[in-house]
C-alpha cells in the first residue's frame, strides 16, 4: 500500500518559515508528478505548488517568491520551504503524488500562522 508521510508543520509567527517533507513509498518515485495543497476551515483544497518528474516547478499566485518546492529522488521526498510566513497561510497542507491516472494523497501537516 502506497504512503505519503507530511511533516514539518506547527505553529509559526508571521514572517517566519517552515519546511514540509513529504516521504513516499511509490515505486520509481521520480516518474511522478508531486503536488503541495492546502486547505483551510470552509474552503476548497488548493494547490498551492507542483513539481514535474523533469523537476518544473508552479506555484499560486499567493505563495510567488515566498514558496519554494523541490524533491529528492533519492530520498522519495518532496519538500515546500515557505518563507515570510502569513496568518492566510494557515491551513492543513497535503502532498499528492500523480502519475498517469494514479494518485495518492498523505494525511496532512498542520500549518498555524498566529502571533
Known amino acids: 500500500q502506497v504512503q505519503l508521510v507530511e511533516s514539518g508543520g506547527g505553529l509559526v509567527q508571521p514572517g517566519g518559515s517552515l519546511r514540509l517533507s513529504c516521504t513516499t513509498s511509490?515505486?520509481?518515485?521520480?516518474?511522478?508528478?508531486m503536488d503541495w495543497y492546502r486547505q483551510a476551515p470552509g474552503t476548497q483544497r488548493e494547490l498551492v505548488a507542483s513539481?514535474?518528474?523533469?523537476?518544473?516547478?508552479n506555484y499560486v499566485d499567493s505563495v510567488k517568491g515566498r514558496f519554494t518546492i523541490s524533491r529528492d529522488n533519492n530520498k522519495n521526498t518532496v519538500y515546500l520551504q515557505m518563507n515570510s510566513l502569513k496568518p492566510e497561510d494557515t491551513a492543513a497542507y497535503y502532498c499528492?503524488?500523480?502519475?498517469?491516472?494514479?494518485?495518492?494523497w498523505g494525511q496532512g501537516t498542520q500549518v498555524t500562522v498566529s502571533s
Open positions: 499528492r503524488a500523480q502519475r498517469g491516472i494514479k494518485a495518492y
Open positions: 513539481i514535474s518528474s523533469l523537476g518544473s516547478t
Open positions: 511509490v515505486t520509481g518515485f521520480s516518474f511522478y508528478h
